[in-house]
């Protein structure tokens, strides 16, 4: 063990280290002291090294760099001046990337490299927020187990994910990466997902430590436009905001990122109130703290920092640990300890933190564990991954409408048209967010229905985007004009029995930066709806799409409407397995959909006013609007229909309030049923919601079988932080809601008579 040191380190000390590690093991005293004896051998500049992220810059398995900016990064990897790399992706070249650290340092300190795996590596499942949809726990940590198995045998050894963020604006790019506007559902997830990338034992070469992220607010960035300032209360950030992130220390998450956005006028990244006085004071948090990209450089165009070395500075004292790409701490840390503005203990609690990381990685062990060509190429695509891939996109899946039980589809209809260009398109279905991926390889719904029937006909209507130069970092051009392909499709729908519509957003317009003023079908879709639908009124519409949309016109339009977001490799096949029958929609949505984007942000669980919704002049409402959403959070059909009953409450005992009410199949088909608990509490010293979710079991339930459903309502879910953080819990009297979605089930009420805390 440790045989990456034994040639740099003086011999008393690394045999130190050897005998504890061997004497106790893993245990947290042999990972303290090998860290503690590796920091006393450490210079400030190597300690400042540990602190320092770059992306990657040259192909490692070619010849050393010779430019300016990619030779400086060079040497600095050389000199120990770098504790992390991301973007350096593949077992060969994280390899050579880690071997220019271990062999060419002086104490040969072996870097963590980091990558954006955030729904899939080369496998590629659901976007998270389609995942959410599922409300099956199981499956979304098996879904982040196949992107840590796949990422780590590529070289990785972190990802930045899960992202907890809550955001209750559809219009903001990033709800497609996080689980939505409800704090409690997601803080399940991101459960879920850590769990799934770490692992049981982070030691393991199959794990991959997570990151909670963006610490703290990012989802709340005003008018949706992303790494905008973001403004709320202390109720906001203390029942809303925050427990996710809490939620995530108590499922071991190694790491944190801060975010782009002030919070009370102070930029995340030097926020000390945030990084200092809650994560690791309050909560204790043991981790590191990584910067976003660039966001310590940025508290400058903010106006908190005058230059990059005060932003080092803030930085630093706020208790940001690593930068990343902002060459801040590189290039000034070491002078403001010098000149007393950074205390040396910081620097040393930092590369601290970040050493521990490493050494609970096993990278200290050794440092190649991640760099196995075999493995690699044995794991990629590997059938067991397509499989876990194919469930979670069926699980994802949510059925919106449908009328006349259009669907399942009747495999003997001869004449089934297909319109729309996403229906063809095997590049969008993967989502946004796939740096792994290799390009247009998902299964595109066109291909997936032809698996089931011989008699699909396809016309693509309108193309989406009139520029196909979609880079990353490039707009995307949207086609506003071009109908030459309308009458085509209008001539294949007049034709056919049902006419199944792929309609949407393609993947970029959704993830980071990629905020909409509008919720509505891009581009000419609308009205291709509408010219198909004048010609064929059978249609069922596929939407395809990173965010909730606004689709009034369909709502009361089209009989048929299914959410199918973006769901990965397997997309086409898991929405003709949905389709035709092969699996029982029982997706749930994670987000409210609005009725028009005025609504927005629009969310389930908001407070009552003291003048509630009413159709009354100076009562509140919209003068040309409903304020009820399109489809309220929770909701989701089945081709089976389920009857909820004996809605009971047992209060006896305030630490255990026991619920349970019974739900039945009525229908004819076998169903998977998310039955939700909410509650209200009613008067409080802070006004609570009109409803909270507290609790949900999915449960699959045979036509005619019936099930008792319990839940247990403990201090934990009657309780809420008061405006200084407390959290409290207060006897009185509580509504409590059970059924099929936010806006429908069962209500009664209970009096909680004393607080158990």
Known sequence: MFSAFKRNLPIRNWLTALFVSFLFGQTAFAQQHFVDSLLNEMTLEEKIGQMNQYTGFWDATGPAPTDGYGKNKYEHVKQGLVGSMLNVVGA???????????????????????????????????IPLAETASWDLEAIKQSARVAAIEASAMGLNWTFAPMVDISRDARWGRVMEGAGEDTYLGSLVGKARIEGFQGDDLSANNTIAACAKHFAGYGFAESGKDYNTVDVGTSTLYNIILPPFKAAIESDVKTFMNSFNTLNGIPATGNKFLQRDILKGEWAYEGF???????????????????????????????????MESYAYVNHLKELVEEGKVDVKLIDEAARRILLVKYELGLFEDPYKYCDIEREKELLYHADHKAAALDMAKKSIVLLKNENNVLPLDKKQKKIAVIGALADDKQSPLGNWIMGADPNTAVSVLEGLK???????????????????????????????????????????????????????????????RSRSKLDLPGVQQELLEEVYKINKNIVLVLTNGRPLAITWADEHIPTIVEAWQLGSQAGNAIADVLFGGYNPSGKLPMTFPRSVGQVPIYYNYYNTGRPTSDAIFWGHYMDESVAPLYPFGYGLSYTSFEYANLKVDASDAAKVKVTASVKNTGEYEGEEVVQLYIRDKVASVVRPVKELKGFEKITLKSGESKVVEFVLTAKELGFYNNQGEFVVEAGEFDVMVGTSSAEGLKTTFELSEVTQ
Request: glycine share 8%.
């Open 289 to 323: 703290v990584v910067s976003d990209w660039g966001s310590a450089s940025e508290m400058v165009n903010h106006g908190y920092a005058k230059d990059l070395k005060h932003a080092a500075e803030l930085a630093a004292v706020a208790g940001s640990d690593m930068d």
């Open 451 to 513: 698996n089931y029937s011989k008699h699909i006909s396809y016309a693509k209507g309108a193309e989406v985007l009139a520029d196909k130069n979609i880079g990353f970092a490039n707009e995307l051009v949207i086609n506003e004009t071009d109908k030459s392909g309308f009458q085509e499709a209008i001539d294949l729908a007049k034709e056919s029995e049902v006419v199944i519509m792929v309609l949407g957003e393609h993947a970029n317009h959704s993830g980071e930066a």
């Open 92 to 126: 060969e070249r994280v390899r050579k990337m880690q071997e220019l650290a271990v062999n060419e340092s002086r104490l040969g300190i072996p870097m963590i490299f980091a990558n954006d795996v955030i729904h899939g590596h080369k496998t590629i499942t659901p």
